[in-house]
């Protein structure tokens, strides 16, 4: 297998949402939960998102575990490795995108890189080097209140420049807006002043086009799904892939009972988990007793047992910013946030135990606490529920057929859940 596409993905859901859209281009795809082990067995295909769960760790460890899955991808065939991150840029002044940027670009020899975030099909553009989320600047929208990574501050050249060891530019819409040679000629420019990365603006999916042809240039990218998407249509467009059927089938249904769990306290999953008490069992979890000890996640066990042969039920631990800011002032952020991802992951596994075989998961710290716990080392990507989610079907499990849903906790339309489970069958 020789590999068109590299991709390292900083969480699941984010992985999905990348392999989702790469799929949608034509690129035959699979996303692997760490750097996959040399017996997993996989398809054909012209890329692989190797998922890391590196956006909130230690940086050093991040740059460490990113290193390695790019010399695997490498190893395949790899000549371009996209590193993605968060459409909404979710980092912290310590990284972890810029750590990662710097020694990923040191190791394949880039002289200057491509970032953006940009991804217009989910509202997230880019102008003046400022992300905008749908009609508001980053630092207004409601990732102002993320439990883990709270955004501040709309100026991604700033906020790029407070994480990297490189001088960091930007490439606005007005060379974009010229075509490729504009664009390369400005790369040009900023590298002889020493630039070593640029914010590139993108508003509509043709100016990720003209990323996508200019990245292919280099070794490395950085950014969400939209400059995959433009990686993708370039790779198309000049022959180096031939695109697939994005619309290939990945196995029979699997039925048995369904379950949804949401970690994600986000704007969209809150609203998300209110329009499913209309169709679900729904119970809500106490975080002060989750972190108290193991019995709130064996509670909600028992309650699910007694329930889920008549229907999906939805668990989330989910609260309002004011209920996170005080858990964490009582707890810390980290560790409240640890406690509940693995209180989470207990919940998940004991599901699957009894017999869930269809898991929609929200949020992507979650996601990643979810997966790891029930040892899934890949998925093949299947159905789109909404932008940037999903259908996917656990492979190398050994323990019977299984799909998933990870959802961003931004993404999905406000019946995110029924709409999932009429996918997943
Ligand atoms: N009630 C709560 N109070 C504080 N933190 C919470 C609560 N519920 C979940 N969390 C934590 O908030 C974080 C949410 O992050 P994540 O799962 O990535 O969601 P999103 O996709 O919205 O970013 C996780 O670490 C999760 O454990
Ligand atoms: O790019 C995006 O917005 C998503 O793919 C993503 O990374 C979401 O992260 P979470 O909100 O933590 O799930």
Not at 180 to 187: C, D, I, P, S, Y
Not at 253 to 271: F, I, K, R, Y
Not at 378 to 387: C, N, R, S
């Amino acid at each position: 297998m020789k590999l068109s596409l590299g991709c390292i993905a900083d969480d699941y859901t984010g992985a999905s949402d990348l392999a989702n859209t790469l799929t949608r281009q034509g690129l035959r795809t699979v996303q692997t939960i760490g750097v996959p082990p040399d017996d997993l067995a996989l398809p054909e295909v012209d890329a692989v998102v190797v998922s890391l769960k590196s956006r909130s760790i230690d940086a050093k460890v991040a740059v460490d575990r990113s290193r390695a899955a790019d010399k695997w991808l490498r190893g395949r065939g790899a000549d371009h490795v996209l590193f993605k991150i968060c459409s909404t840029f979710d980092s912290t002044d310590a990284g972890n995108i810029g750590p990662v940027m710097d020694a990923l670009r040191a190791d394949c020899g880039d002289a200057i890189v491509l970032v953006t975030p940009a991804f217009p099909e989910t509202g997230r553009t880019v102008y003046q080097g400022n992300l905008f989320v749908g009609a508001v600047p980053l630092n207004e929208s409601p990732l102002k209140d993320h439990p883990l990574n709270p955004m501040h501050d709309s100026n991604l050249v700033r906020v790029l420049a407070r994480q990297s060891r490189t001088k960091v530019g930007l490439v606005d819409l007005a060379p974009l807006s010229r075509g490729a040679a504009a664009v390369r000629e400005r790369l040009a420019d900023l590298a002889r002043n020493g630039v070593g990365a640029v914010i590139i603006d993108a508003v509509f999916d043709r100016d990720l086009e003209t990323i996508g042809s200019v990245a292919l240039d280099h070794r490395l990218s950085v950014g969400a799904s939209g400059i995959g998407l433009g990686l993708a249509r370039a790779l198309i467009a000049t022959g180096k892939v031939k695109a697939a059927d994005a619309g290939a089938a990945i196995g029979a249904p699997v039925g048995g009972p369904a379950a949804c769990l949401a970690g994600s306290c986000s704007q969209a999953t809150l609203a998300q988990i209110a329009n499913a008490e209309k169709t679900m069992a729904v119970l809500h979890l106490d975080p002060e007793q989750i972190i108290a000890g193991p019995n709130e996640a064996r509670r909600a066990l028992a309650w699910a047992s007694a329930r889920i042969t008549e229907g999906p039920v939805l668990i989330a631990s989910s609260s309002t910013p004011d209920q996170v800011a005080a858990l964490q002032s009582r707890h810390g952020r980290d560790a409240a946030g640890h406690a509940i991802e693995q209180a989470m992951a207990d919940v998940a596994e004991g599901l699957v135990q009894s017999g869930v075989r269809r898991l929609v998961v929200a949020g992507g710290e979650t996601s990643g606490a979810v997966v790891d716990r029930l040892r899934i080392p890949g998925f093949l990507v299947g159905e789109e529920i909404a932008a940037g989610v999903p259908v996917l079907r656990a492979v190398g499990t050994g323990n019977g057929e299984m799909l998933l849903a990870l959802k961003s906790g931004n993404f999905g339309g406000p019946e995110f859940f029924s709409d999932a489970l009429k996918l997943m069958r």
